[in-house]
Structure formats: C-alpha cells, structure tokens
C-alpha cells in the first residue's frame, strides 16, 4: 500500500505563489509516474502535471509557464511549484502515484486564489 500525504495548500491573492508537496510512504523512483490533478466545484478531476520516473515532465496547457513539477528522490517528496495564480487556480489538488500499474491517491489539499 503507498501512501501519499499533500500538503503545502491555502488562500492567495491573484499573482501570488504556492508550493505543494506530497510525501510518499515508498521509493519515489519505483512509481512509475506521479502527478498532480485538481479538481473544481461541479467538475471534473483534471491532470495538471505529470513526472515519469525518468523525470520527464508534463503539463496542461493553462498551467504551463507558470507551474513547475519536481521530486526529491532521497526525500521521497514530489513538488508542485505554483506561480502567476490565477482565481481559476482555485481547486482541490490531489497528489498521484502510479506503482505496478496500480493508481495511489493522497487526500488532496485546498488551494483558493482570490481576486
């Protein structure tokens, strides 16, 4: 079983920043992806970013520029680098791992960008 625990969230203003973490019960380098989903009042949970474990990145475009994924393997830590927020930023945002094919969910953390 892994577990995934976020933390890292809160309220910003506009422009501001924040850094999610999400540390891991196992070896980073064993899941075979991680990634970062967000999920909005009355929609649905989106991929915001992703990390395969040969550290290549991915992105949804409206994040792009301004969030940046990244781990630290000894600390079996991922990251999420939040700038330039916008008020659509606004979501709850999940912590995932992918390990034999299986997929792991941490308990999600608010993160609220106000006008």
């Known amino acids: 079983q892994v577990q995934l625990v976020e933390s890292g969230g809160g309220l910003v203003q506009t422009g501001g920043s924040l850094r999610l973490s999400c540390a891991t019960s196992?070896?980073?380098?064993?899941?075979?992806?991680m990634g970062w989903y967000r999920q909005a009042p009355g929609k649905e949970r989106q991929l915001v970013a992703d990390i395969t474990s040969s550290g290549d990145t991915g992105y949804v475009s409206s994040v792009k520029g301004r969030f940046t994924i990244s781990r630290d393997n000894a600390k079996n830590t991922m990251y999420l680098q939040m700038n330039s927020l916008k008020p659509e930023d606004t979501a709850v945002y999940y912590c995932?791992?992918?390990?034999?094919?299986?997929?792991?969910w941490g308990q999600g953390t608010q993160v609220t960008v106000s006008s």
């Open positions: 196992g070896t980073i380098l064993s899941f075979n992806s």
């Open positions: 995932n791992a992918v390990y034999y094919g299986v997929r792991f």
